[in-house]
């Protein structure tokens, strides 16, 4: 039995379930590859992933790492080949670069193309470089499939390369939000290695090492040393590690430092002026150092979001218009780099806003549109048609939702990168980047790995994701066998409840989460959504159902932790706005001046006692969720900003010991023919 596998059949049996043989009468079904590869074409017969051996002396340094890449991946220890073991054989016909170079193009002739046969006589690799053979082996490791007490590798024929080039993930390293460890910085590397991108976009705002610069971010900044040591942890894994750095707007870290707030648009501002000429030693400087630092041929210098422009231009006269205040200092960071040999990237959102900015661009500039909601193609034409109009190269950029969130809103995530890739596709972009911010200075970012891998698997593959089949996927490739169909559970159960959260009390769930519970405003609203909050705690429950079992058997899985935490906070997000109604309504039902046997019996329903009420449930989840939220925390991030974000916790806590020690005094002091006090007096004052 043969089976073809091409890219249109692909999409129309994206579960194809071929059999093969693995002895007389053992069958498999193969493994749903991500990213689809371009050919697949399976036959009868499988070999033994655990006999595996080097057929030959590897022939550099990068086909040694792939090899023990691929041999750690099925657990088999290198030997030298004798009868009883599977050689491995890797052919490069070109010695091209292994990391993404200016002006590549994609193709089956491109630089990451690579062919993969499995028969009788071994594994055999081939392509046109070292990365080539790199994904090759991504791709054989997801072909490991169990058969009974073995992992066999079904005969099989791969011909595979990218749909784009440049296929990036940006990371918000520490300037939003919390700073990442570095140790999670590998982990986040390995993941987009694993899913075929080939750039990761260090994010800084003021968090890398500069000489000269003491005063800014020193408790929270990668040192010099620690982004050497990332850039050759990445360039092994064939990952580019492209510096994202603000080069005119998102500064105030750097403008709340007295000796250098002069330098801002305004007094300790957040962009630079670029009337002052001392700005431009400061970019000099700058620029020097990141292009030491970092080896890429690419530079990320941001310009986006710099709003102020329009106060400046009026500050400095009508002579001094936004475009030519942008275009002035877009063109020289724009220089200084370039001298340093390095093809500039700015992201596109001013440009198009100022129509007049995109016909005076810098030569050889690269646009990066962004745009993170799913819209209609005709809205992201909005973003790419001015710049395709003048032949701007671009890059699309998406994102993954969970700046704002408690949990990351994948169904948003997804459907961005999807539309916003076949948007792309007609406007011949060059590729995509796929970023992940931390505005609300709380978010867990291991709960966005699934968006991590689903945004460097969709531009690697010619046809579209599959979203609703992703989380299954997903999980059988990144998890053992013993917990990949419970994660895979979890995972949908947590993103239906952020869902339904989102739907009771608005998209950014995490800034939500900590708003006053009885305003008038937030009472009706819940009112209105009590069914979807009720929805969201059962998704949340039924997640954690699943992460606690997982924690039973395997407690070390990550990023357990994390999902945990999730779960935990939008099922309190569903008790906290449920609790506030349910005393809202019980306080209604009470008279103006009620008897004082009346308002017993109302507090004797569960709103404040001592032992299981209401008030207690709250205080008992903060602590037990703050508990998990500092455990997350620290699996992923260093302690900076730790006790900024603590402190909403025990700010939550301190509005709910407040609440019930006034309802217990009044329990205490209430007389029949006393007012009763309003909800609003007892929760937010000293009773």
Known sequence: MRLALTCTSILQAAFFAALVNTGASAQIQHVHLVPAPAEVRYSDGSIDAAKLCVAQKPANEDDAFALQTLFQGV???LGSCSRSLIPVRITQNENLSPLPMPGEVAGPDSREAYSLTIGSDGVTISGKSSAATYYAVQTLLQMVERAGAEE????????????????????????????????EVKRQIELVAKYKGNQYFFYSEGNIELRGYPLLNPNARFTQEQIREIVAYARQRHIDVVPAVEMYAHLHDLFRIEKYSGLADFPHGTQFDPTNPKVKAVLQDWTAQLSELFPSKFVDVGFDETWSLQKASAKTGIDSTPVQLFTDQLKTVTGLFQAQGKTVMAYADIMV???????????????????????????????????????????????????????PDFNVSFANIDTFLVAGQKSHTLGMLNTL?????????????????????????????????FFADYTKLQFSDTVADGMAVALTELSGAEDALQKAIGNETMIQLWRDPFRPASLRETEAHADALRQARLHAEAALTQLYMIRNKVPETPPLTSYIAGAQMIDL??????????????????????TREQLLNVLAQGISNETHSRCMDMMDGVTEA?????????????????????????????????????FELLRTTFKTGDSLPSLRRITMQTF
Do not use: C
């Open 75 to 77: 657990k088999a220890k």
């Open 353 to 407: 806003k100022f129509p007049g900015i995109i016909s005076r661009l810098p030569q050889g500039l690269i646009a990066l549109p962004w745009w993170y909601d799913p819209i209609h193609e005709a809205e992201y034409n909005r973003w790419l048609a001015p710049l395709a109009k003048e032949h701007v190269p671009h890059i699309v950029t998406t994102g993954v939702t969970s700046w704002d969130q408690i949990a």
């Open 573 to 594: 997000a569903g008790l906290k706005f449920l609790s506030a109604n349910e005393i809202d309504m019980a306080w209604k039902s009470l008279p103006a001046k009620p």
């Open 437 to 469: 911010w931390t505005d609300d200075g709380q978010a867990l970012l291991q709960m966005s790995w699934p968006g991590i891998a689903y945004g460097a698997a969709a531009p690697w593959q010619h046809i579209p994701m599959q979203p609703d089949s």
């Open 152 to 183: 066999r590798l079904a005969f099989v024929t791969v011909k595979d390369w990218p749909a784009l080039v440049y296929r990036g993930t940006l990371m918000d390293a520490g300037s939003e939000g919390p700073m990442l460890t570095l140790d």
């Open 626 to 662: 703050k508990e998990t939220y500092r455990s997350a925390w620290l699996e992923q991030y260093t302690p900076y900003r730790l006790g900024t974000a603590l402190g909403r916790w025990d700010a939550e806590y301190q509005f709910w010991l407040h609440a019930q020690t006034n």
